[in-house]
């Protein structure tokens, strides 16, 4: 789960590491009321989740109060990757030495957090790494000592400071692993950490994302979640209400399958055959006709997509069971786009013969039926 | 033979009680696995499908020698319940739960590694050997004995690929799932150098997808050990965008890190003939066994 | 530091853990509120950091309010072991069917936490240890896993628990390790921790001594511990605000020395030339004319001190500094006892040339000088 | 010889810039003790008595390779340097810190222990190996070379037993104190073995105080063992009452266990000369040597 820069920034600040003076507004009077307390230069940043907001435009600077007022003004009325800017932060400006990147995420291969340093801040680490790995100082972090205060400031002399300012930097990195410790995060990063011309250290930038599946342990983070506090769309609010993993995607042949690794594969083979999914959507493991059901809402509650995909590999699960929890939904939602269904497994039989009657496509290869969809969706989109 | 469970294998199920952990207990039984106890705590005494049932790990191992553990326990205890296998000295692990705290995985799999124990998992279908020992979920009448060794990050993708397989009568030596989630237990590498020793394993099936960066070391790896099998490979996730997690928690691109397009690059690049679609496994793979 | 009984079982239920339904009072008037709000029968309990509390009249029983307040008003006019009692704890009294011990402590040779569990509770587990071993069931917690959910199960099974009692035994326990861990505690332990006759298990008497090393985590103790609000007496209290290794007992001679295990076996050699120290302080190392001032300020307080020993090992310390720091001491705080003055090492010849020249007796051996300061102190007490 | 340190040691001091880290390392160098570097973080770049100091261990170690470390540190952080210490490779570590909590004590013996590190102290006067070198914040000129081991509890009671034993000409091997807090790391059953193995070592001086059972257990590994050194013993605290803390952290008598008379009973048993007073000790030793 992402959660705002100025919540994180409010987080880094509780853990002792120095942010920009700021505040939060959702309108043009707070933006008045906030920029006349702070002073100029200011930063005008919209509050939204997506990557390469900067690129996009969403952070402007201002030198007055009344500039202040006009950027947050277009920022309020932009889209940001189609997403609407509901609120903006606005803060003081920092005087630029120099930007740095500190983070702590994972490292998959070695099943172990990381900690990453560089003295190129500001653009994305990944980035970074791409172009000049060299500049890309990381130290694993076991979790039996943790990523302590010497670890911190062995990282702060590799990328070059000594003195006062490791030990600074030493407390800020440190801080930034207990806020990762704490909030269960899989990213805290600080990008650029700002050094100014008197050699302090500033958190200019900050992102965190919550590992959703520690959700239990945050309940304030998951009631925000779940009370669609975000930028979530009614679709993915409605996927995970109902514990379904659900991603739009741009095309116009609705899919829906069992297991992620089979759904993906069912994407990758309808783009294979010239065809365009309109989303990713998992029911996972021995799935009700509820979920079913949910699931096919989700999918058509998308205006573009012209065809349904369902891929069902029946292991565990009995085919006869999801053809009836298929009708069930189907009956309930009213569908009336076509659907091709793949099934096959335990009780295909059965299941076949409960579908066929209701004049549902069912197919066996998973090949054929993904053909067989692109063909009606390319047919539908022709009327 | 197959690679890490066999006849000889004597496992406990940890959260034997649940529905999922009930249910599955009796296939694995009707597989004929050896699953000689299961473990939930405060349900001591209880007997699932002839299985008697402990409290502790301790009080299991006390009454049943056993060399592997099969946890169904919910996400919150599941990690508390593998060190708690390991602590017992069992050390072969499969975590079939899914959405465990990444937190809580890092401090299982590290203590894994300090006590030389196998954790298969988490977020795993487990573990078959064909008509050896099945520890997992996957349904059992999709494999049939043979000399395909299978290693993949899915479940049901495994499943269509391992019947496909099983249609043109390619049988499987082992296959198992390392499971979808960003931090597991064994990774390719591991399973490969596995499978590498095994002698009933002819020829290698890898079903990889987006997230991380697994398939590229062990594109490296087979290059730099010469690796002596075939190895045919499946990659899901060419179609999917940047940012978002298709599912698995592990898959996920992160920035340009994590493509399937990298992926099947680098396997290329190792000589790994990488499938188009499913299907195209079995077709390749009898390409290969046919030479 | 330890802390009362009422604070250690306020600790535990915020944890989770069941105690008896209570309320502190420091007057007779709020015993009777207290006591008008529960359910008879009552225990009414001094609440005094001594240990045998017990044993020496500190609990006692009451089947109405009327009652509780006649037990309260003996509690609150009582002293024990020479503290006088100045809160009491009114409880519900539970109706046992078994005691338990649980206990989370430091085994010293295995430099190490251990859990400790009996079935033989209400009594101290050192002599539950010595008398019946087997019954004493132990487990070494490794820091890096710390005493997890199935360590705590283990041992309750270990003390013949199981099914849902195990599994709340588990809990129980698990929350003491918490406790532990969170306040840095050199010991907490719930004795005995009841178990009723529906089965479950309240915390009738709980115990928790904090490290003293580690108070710096724990300023509220560290402020009230400081601040008087404790049971130390005035020279304790002077002894601690002045980093001084404090302890009374009950002879006649004063001793202040350098060094815990130095002056240890000063009051040892004392007592084997058959006098009584008057109490144990250890200036440490490096001590300033200050910090000995203080000292011997403490040690004089006590009326009973007819004689002053002091043993100056000067290894590091100047023994001429250790003269000067006497001196000025003796005058500021008007010594008219008489002193034995041991010193020997660094600059020693400058140091005994400072004392003799005002007529105070310095010898070289601690022996000699342990058996002289006997002696006066015989003769002091006949005058 | 003697044990733990000699000639070739060559130390880092931790806290270097502190009054305690200046003072004694002044007093090392003149002793002859090879310290390399010091470390302070934040104060990198600093001579001390021409000692160069660092941010970190791992900076001075780049520089100056060193095999030791003695720690000056504040307690709030003292078991922090001594992991920085462990964490790049030195496995003779010297906390002369007091005051340190027990939790990160406790941290601090367990990583010590998984790496097979020497840990003496906390709250030590350290180690002296006559005239070869010297690790800590005792007087040296009480010190002569000589054959005798002695290992203690105690910082002064230690001083005057040595001094005592110099005066009537029983020089010292290795002199070293264990730390008076309830988790050190060295214990006397430690030390003894390594003085057992030390052929320069003759007779060993045990100096022992109340509090924890360190002195039984030292009397059951001499019995044992059967070990083939005598052993003189000094046990403080005969006079101390139940449940005080007398000045160390680990000198308190818990209900009935720590007491002087169990230690001096356990010692007595094993055949350990128990010296009444601290001056007996140096008596009982010249009787068994000329023996």
Not at chain 1, 169 to 183: H, T, W
Not at chain 1, 343 to 365: A, P, Q, W, Y
Not at chain 2, 187 to 204: E, G, H, S, W, Y
Request: proline content about 4%; glycine content about 10%.
């Amino acid at each position: 789960m992402k959660i705002f820069e100025y919540e994180a920034k409010t987080i880094l600040a509780k853990y002792g590491i120095q942010t920009p003076k700021g505040g939060l507004a959702t309108d043009v009077n707070q933006v008045r009321e906030i920029a006349s307390t702070l002073k100029p230069p200011l930063a005008i940043k919209a509050q939204v989740l997506v990557a390469g907001r900067g690129r996009s435009g969403g952070i402007l600077f201002a030198d007055s109060v009344s500039e202040a007022e006009k950027s947050a003004e277009k920022l309020l009325n932009m889209q940001i990757k189609g997403i609407p800017v509901r609120s903006i932060w606005i803060e003081e400006k920092i005087q630029v030495k120099n930007e740095l990147y500190l983070g702590i995420t994972i490292d998959r291969a070695n099943r172990s957090y990381v900690a990453i340093a560089s003295t190129v801040g500001g653009m994305e680490i990944e980035e970074v790494a791409a172009e000049a790995p060299e500049k890309v100082i990381k130290s694993l972090i076991k979790p039996q000592h943790g990523f302590r205060s010497f670890h911190a400031r062995q990282m702060a002399r590799k990328i070059g400071y000594s003195g006062s300012q490791l030990t600074t930097l030493g407390k800020i990195f440190e801080a930034l692993y207990r806020v990762s410790m704490d909030y269960d995060t899989e990213l805290v990063e600080i990008n650029p950490l700002a050094e100014t011309f008197d050699g302090k250290f500033v958190a200019a930038d900050a992102r965190i994302i919550i590992d959703d599946n520690a959700l239990f342990r945050h309940r304030e983070y998951k009631k925000r979640l779940l009370e669609g506090e975000s930028e979530l769309t009614p679709q993915e609010l409605e996927a995970i209400r109902n514990n379904l993993a659900y991603v739009k995607l741009n095309g116009n042949i609705g899919v829906i399958g069992n297991g992620a690794g089979l759904v993906m594969a069912t994407l990758d083979t309808i783009q294979f055959y010239g065809g365009k999914p309109s989303n990713f959507l998992d029911v996972g493991g021995g799935a009700t006709s509820e979920k079913i059901a949910a699931a096919l809402n989700i999918v058509l509650s998308d205006p573009n997509v012209k065809a349904l995909f369902i891929n069902i590999l029946g292991g565990i699960t009995r085919c006869d069971e999801v053809a009836t929890g298929i009708l069930k939904a189907k009956e309930r939602v009213g569908v009336t786009k076509p659907i091709v269904i793949r099934l096959v497994g335990t009780n295909e039989e059965e299941g076949k013969r409960i579908l066929t009657e209701v004049g549902i496509h069912v197919l066996e290869s998973m090949e054929e039926a993904a053909q067989k969809v692109v063909k009606i969706s390319k047919q539908e989109e022709e009327r | 033979m197959g690679i890490i469970i066999d006849k000889n294998t004597h496992a406990i199920v940890q959260g034997i009680t649940g529905t999922q952990g009930r249910f599955h207990t009796k296939l694995m039984l009707e597989y004929g696995t050896k699953i000689v106890a299961g473990v939930t705590p405060g349900k001591g005494g209880m007997q699932i499908h002839g299985v008697p049932v402990y409290d502790t790990v301790e009080a299991a191992l006390e009454k049943h020698p056993a060399n592997a553990s099969i946890i169904f326990v919910p996400a919150i205890f599941a990690a508390e319940a593998a060190l708690e296998a390991l602590e017992n000295g069992i050390k072969t692990i499969i975590i079939i739960t899914e959405h465990i705290p990444i937190k809580d995985a890092v401090n299982v799999m590290t203590y894994a590694e300090q006590v030389n124990a196998v954790i298969i998992g988490p977020n795993t279908p487990g573990i078959i050997t064909s008509e050896e020992s099945k520890l997992g979920i996957m349904p059992a009448h999709i494999f049939m004995p043979g000399s395909i060794g299978m290693v993949s990050r899915s479940g049901t993708l495994t499943y269509e690929i391992a019947a496909g397989l099983t249609r043109k009568q390619l049988g499987q030596s082992t296959c198992l799932g390392l499971g979808g989630d960003p931090i597991t237990g064994l990774n390719f590498i591991d399973v490969l150098k596995m499978f590498r020793k095994d002698p009933q394993t002819k020829a290698v099936v890898l079903i990889g997808e987006i997230g991380g960066n697994l398939e590229e070391l062990t594109a490296e790896y087979i290059i730099k050990e010469k690796y002596p099998k075939p190895v045919v490979a499946f990659i899901a996730g060419r179609s999917a965008p940047p940012g978002k997690r298709m599912g698995h928690a592990g898959a996920i691109i992160m920035g340009k890190a994590g493509t399937a397009e990298s992926k099947i690059k680098a396997l290329r690049s190792a000589g790994v003939n990488v499938a188009e679609k499913p299907s195209d496994v079995a077709k390749s793979l009898a390409r290969i066994i046919d030479i």
